[in-house]
C-alpha cells in the first residue's frame, strides 16, 4: 500500500472499491475517500467492493485483502417437508 494521510486503526475492517487498474499486479482503490495504490495479492476487478483488514500503518500501511462473504449460493437450502 503506498502512505496516504488516512486515518486508520491496526485491525480496523474496512470495505474498499477497485478504482482502476494500474499493471498486472497494481490497482488503484478508494478507501476512507482516499485514492490509494495497493498490490493485491489476489485478483481483483476494477469496479469489485472489497473488504480490507488494517494490519500494519508503519512504516507503511499494509491491508489483507478479506475473502468475500458466503453468499446464498453457499448456504444450505431450507427445505420443506410434507407429512
Same mark, same amino acid.
Given at each position: *500500500?503506498?502512505?496516504?494521510?488516512? &486515518?486508520?486503526?491496526?485491525?480496523?475492517?474496512?470495505?474498499?472499491?477497485?478504482?482502476?487498474?494500474?499493471?498486472?499486479?497494481?490497482?488503484?482503490?478508494?478507501?476512507?475517500?482516499?485514492? *490509494?495504490?495497493?498490490? &493485491?495479492?489476489?485478483?481483483?476487478?476494477?469496479?469489485?467492493?472489497?473488504?480490507?483488514?488494517?494490519?500494519?500503518?508503519?512504516?507503511?500501511?499494509?491491508?489483507?485483502?478479506? &475473502?468475500?462473504?458466503?453468499?446464498?449460493?453457499?448456504?444450505?437450502?431450507?427445505?420443506?417437508?410434507?407429512?
Amino acid at each position: *500500500m503506498s502512505f496516504q494521510s488516512i &486515518p486508520l486503526r491496526v485491525g480496523e475492517i474496512l470495505a474498499a472499491k477497485v478504482r482502476r487498474k494500474l499493471a498486472s499486479n497494481r490497482v488503484m482503490i478508494e478507501l476512507k475517500g482516499r485514492m *490509494m495504490v495497493a498490490d &493485491p495479492d489476489q485478483a481483483v476487478n476494477v469496479g469489485d467492493y472489497i473488504s480490507v483488514q488494517v494490519i500494519a500503518i508503519s512504516p507503511r500501511i499494509r491491508l489483507r485483502l478479506l &475473502p468475500p462473504p458466503q453468499t446464498a449460493t453457499n448456504q444450505p437450502l431450507p427445505v420443506d417437508l410434507r407429512t
